[in-house]
């Protein structure tokens, strides 16, 4: 049971893996996967995704870079490095909202990525599910629905027939890596 | 299995002559790129036709331009993204494409400009050995950030794009047995697999990007335009010039978009990802901006009637004086050619879109031109010394920043998916269910 990473099966469009998806759900299995070749959002909330956590991560991070940016430039200018321009004031807000505006969209932008790659557990190497015969067509017009072995309930045999019975084209064992 | 030809274009063993024509054609110019910088870095900016007060010439004339076009591009692109636009499948990859190349011309001009070049990181707040930090108060140090997110932002925006269409990549390589190319794009794929739990995620950041592309193309064009108005030069002193120069852009980019466009769908036989109808909506949105430019151009006449004096003088002399070419020029160019493309016969014919996009490109070059030497014709004390002409070392730069743009684009072309495969699969699998 150990060498088994899960089951896969191949389907030809995404009504049929929606419905494989939904009698798995329906007859309590927990650690499923999806693979498509096209965003399919109904299969992500069926699977329990949640992509709002990448929009928190990014204002989290914005708010930050604002903070930083706006603490950098009073800092530097009020007490670190006062210079006296004609009696202007030290701490001119208007002047420091363009760079304040500007970092922090930097800030909300590379943390929107590196949020998506961190919470989808990339960039990886090499993951078992690449080995599934046909895999390659996951990225053009294949829809693959994956049982993990760490589910609660599995059994590779009840596995198998629930794709089958759903109309997988083809399944297959993943061996664990 | 369908066919998909976007996929099967990068992996091409070849491209047909013309396409090495034209790469040797875009190195040369990257070549006389490198002849001009390193002309300018060992005899300095006094080959340069710029002088008090016409400190600014071609550096900020075409940094101004290229920042317009990969602005307009982009907020082209981001738009689509976010209105989930159909139009999106056909163009946003090349027009995001067309925006980082853009600004990779632009990003050369203000280092350059700088005097000593080398020492560019001065503007950065690190902490050097002097002590001395950054004046933050200059607008100087809004450009450093302004082009730097720009940069950065617009890069993550096209590659969070592209990630799921360079792991089609990967498996269409290894499928066809070129290891190298799949271990390649594979590096730049990071192990996508498709997962639907993955792609929710993706789409979430892509229109999070798409979003915050908006204000940043906004705020880095507004910060530009701020260089002028924070002058006391009373043709530049206004608060339209933001407005003025973030609108102007736009026709730039939709102009060089739309270009590219017709010619990619000529030359790589994407007809059926490119259609009719896209061109037609792409064309009418332009003619549609260059409406927007021509109002623009009648409230900086109105503007400059109802303005004081100095400023009236000073607008006056840059659409009557002698730079009036430029002003009427870019008028005709952006605002009133661009106006055939509401006639169904200038967008069809490839020639004549194409020579109207350029045109509108070229047209805001002389706008920025005339901004950038004719405002500066009147200021508060009289002018001594000849008017700004660029001399040849600056003609140089701008044909090597050219080549710059030219090369990325092909190579662009040549290695990467030019339309985003999986919208086009996303939106067929949605034209598909009743």
Known sequence: MSDLHGVIGAFSDKDDLLEALRTARAEGWTSLDAFTPHPVPEAADLLGARPGRVAWIAMGAGAFGALLAYATQWWLSVHDYPINVGGRPLHAWPAFLPATTIVAILWAAVASLLGMLVANGLPRLSHPVLAAPGFLRASEDRFFLMIAADDPRFDAGQARHLLQRSGALRVSDLPAQ | ?434
Do not use: K
């Open chain 2, 1 to 434: 299995m369908r066919p998909n030809p976007v996929a099967a274009i990068p992996l091409l063993r070849r491209f047909g002559w013309s396409f090495a024509a034209a790469l040797g054609l875009a190195a040369l110019g990257v070549l006389t790129l490198g002849y001009a910088v390193m002309a300018l870095l060992l005899v300095g900016v006094g080959l340069w036709g710029t002088n008090i007060p016409f400190v600014w010439g071609f550096d900020l004339i075409n940094y101004v331009w290229w920042i317009g076009i990969a602005n307009a591009a982009s907020l082209f692109a981001s738009i689509l993204v976010l209105r989930r636009h159909g139009l999106r499948t056909a163009v946003n990859r090349f027009a995001e494409a067309a925006a980082l190349a853009a600004i990779l011309a632009a990003v050369l001009y203000p280092i350059l400009h700088l005097g000593r070049p080398w020492l560019f990181h001065w503007v950065l707040p690190y902490p050097a050995v002097y002590q001395v930090w950054p004046q933050f108060r200059s607008t100087l140090v809004w450009d450093l950030w302004g082009i730097m997110s720009h940069v950065v932002v617009t890069s993550l925006f096209w590659y969070i794009g592209l990630i799921p269409d360079l792991a089609t990549m990967r498996d269409r390589a290894q499928a066809r047995g070129r290891m190298v190319a799949a271990r390649l794009y594979g590096i730049f794929a990071l192990g996508w697999r498709g997962s639907v739990a993955h792609w929710a995620r993706h789409q979430a950041a892509y229109r999070l990007v798409a979003a915050l592309v908006l204000p940043m193309l906004v705020s880095a064009q507004t910060i530009v335009a701020l260089e002028f108005a924070t002058t006391l030069v009373p043709d530049w002193h206004q608060a339209r010039v933001p407005l003025h120069v973030v609108l102007t852009g736009i026709p730039s980019g939709l102009g060089v978009v739309l270009a590219l466009a017709v010619l990619l769908r000529r030359t790589l036989d994407l007809d059926r990802f490119i259609d009719d109808a896209d061109v037609a909506l792409l064309a009418r949105l332009m003619a549609a901006a260059s409406l927007a430019c021509l109002w623009l151009y009648a409230d900086q006449l109105l503007a400059a009637v109802l303005e004081e004096a100095e400023t009236r003088e000073g607008t006056f002399a840059r659409v009557f004086g002698p730079y009036a070419a430029l002003w009427w020029g870019a008028l005709v160019l952006t605002s009133v050619v661009p106006q055939l493309l509401w006639l169904p016969w200038f967008r069809n014919t490839a020639p004549a879109a194409i020579l109207i996009g350029l045109g509108a490109a070229a047209g805001v070059w002389l706008d920025r031109f005339s901004l950038v030497a004719g405002g500066l014709l009147r200021d508060h004390l009289p002018r001594i010394g000849p008017a700004y002409g660029p001399t040849t070392p600056e003609w140089t730069l701008l044909v090597g920043t050219v080549g710059l743009f030219a090369l990325a684009m092909l190579l662009f072309a040549r290695l990467l998916p030019v339309v985003s495969m999986f919208e086009v699969r996303h939106e067929e699998s949605e034209a598909e269910a009743p």
